[in-house]
């Protein structure tokens, strides 16, 4: 029984995606859980699983090439008592997606599909990006078991020597994957929305303090306590008495939406490139749950597996330069969003004190980007000290929490 497998949706408002890479070509036979294809959207790069075994009989599209959400991507030919037209067509929803892992093109690629194993193994093996031809199979006819795998990882790594390099001579690669739709995505923010910039310093030395205090109390190897659950609840308080910064306009500018929950983004350096996976109704949770929610996303953003659902439906965004270097920057708005801060590195600086003594002070400087169309110079200033006294006295902070 040959059955086309129809694109289904992959996200919020999406229609098309591109076909990254073809996992498989016409003929092959494969089994239930391999991965067919990458396709990219604006929102991520997601692996598209075959869920019953057969062959391939044909590809719609080539690499490169856009395919529509609900029509055919391909079509595999199974065994008539394997499934129902009716049982495909309920599968097709849960369809697992997740992000995979930006390879460079001079890097070989593996061919897993060759090695006599199960679909968990293969799926660990692309976890830990391993050449499954490699391992040693302990299985009947040589098949690889997860412990062959687990086994292998624990082996010491012989030295890598790195290739030599002929200087004066060019290099050149593809932009794909999260690069790609990266740029699109801030072309477009800057070419559609007017930025502003506003850019302070907060003293956060008391915010210091309870951190520490917090990472005493409730810290540990599983939930790591930074600042960046104070800063989140801090805005979630302020988004309350400012909720045009946590709003968005449609794309004829025709209506604004004010947005109950306060799903608050952070920019994180993975694997792949930039990502921003948001942490949902900031405005309901505990500092603790926050702390553990940005631990999980911090988590699977870095090592390029991770859900599409945690990259949409930002509300607003926080980009940590700091954690790299730097003390101010220009962020371009994660639209539809309306605002984003950069959060710059902490110094210790020299400050005047209420009896005029000079004290070393912990000194943060933030830079927010916001779309002038929605909110003008004084409201972001406003807004920002409304944020800045909650950072700054703690304690109000708490005493304002739900």
């Not at 995979?100 to 006599?116: A, S, W």
């Not at 001579?169 to 990266?182: H, L, N, S, T």
């Not at 699977?300 to 790299?324: C, E, F, H, M």
Request: hydrophobic share 40%.
């Amino acid at each position: 029984m040959k059955k086309d497998f129809i694109l289904p949706d992959i996200g919020e408002g999406i229609i098309e995606c591109e076909v990254i890479e073809w996992k498989v070509k016409e003929g092959d036979i494969i089994e239930e859980d391999q991965i067919v294809a990458d396709v990219s959207t604006d929102k991520a790069i997601v692996e598209i699983p075959s869920m019953y075994p057969g062959r391939i009989v044909k590809l719609y599209y080539a690499a490169g090439d856009i395919a529509k959400v609900h029509s055919p991507l391909y079509t595999i030919e199974i065994e008539d008592d394997q499934a129902s037209e009716a049982e495909i067509e309920q599968e097709i929803p849960e369809l697992r997606l997740e992000l995979v892992k930006q390879q460079p093109n001079t890097q070989e690629i593996k061919d897993n599909t060759k090695v006599l194993t199960t679909p968990a193994v293969r799926k660990l093996a692309r976890q830990n990006d391993l050449d499954l031809s490699k391992i040693a199979g302990s299985g009947k006819q040589g098949r690889v078991l997860k412990e062959d795998v687990l086994r292998y990882l624990d082996e010491p790594l012989a030295p890598i020597v790195p290739p030599l390099v002929t200087l004066g001579m060019d290099r050149r690669e593809p932009i794909v994957g999260v690069r790609k739709i990266m740029a699109r995505h801030m072309t477009e923010s800057v070419s559609t929305i007017p930025h502003f910039s506003f850019v302070d310093e907060i003293d956060v030395t008391e915010l210091i303090k309870v951190r520490a205090s917090l990472k005493a109390r409730y810290g540990s190897d599983d939930l790591k306590i930074t600042l960046m659950p104070l800063l989140m609840k801090a805005l979630s308080l302020s988004l309350l008495a400012f909720p045009i910064i946590n709003s968005r306009v449609d794309n004829d500018f025709s209506e604004i939406t004010y947005l109950a929950s306060h799903n608050i983004g952070m920019a994180v350096d993975g694997k792949t490139g930039l990502l921003v996976p948001n942490v949902k109704d900031v405005q309901q949770r505990s500092i603790v749950e926050i702390a553990g929610e940005i631990g999980r996303l911090t988590e699977a953003a870095r090592s390029g597996i991770i859900n599409p659902a945690d990259l949409k439906g930002g509300t607003v965004t926080i980009s940590n330069i700091g954690a790299i270097g730097g003390i101010s920057a220009a962020p371009i708005i994660n639209k539809p969003e309306v605002a984003i801060v950069a959060l710059g590195k902490i110094q210790g600086l020299p400050r005047f004190d209420g009896n005029g003594e000079l004290v070393e002070r912990q000194i943060m400087t933030v830079s927010w980007s916001g779309d002038h169309r929605v909110i003008d110079g004084a409201t972001i200033a406003r807004f920002n000290n409304h944020w800045k006294a909650y950072l700054e006295i703690p304690e109000t902070m708490m005493a304002n929490m739900i």
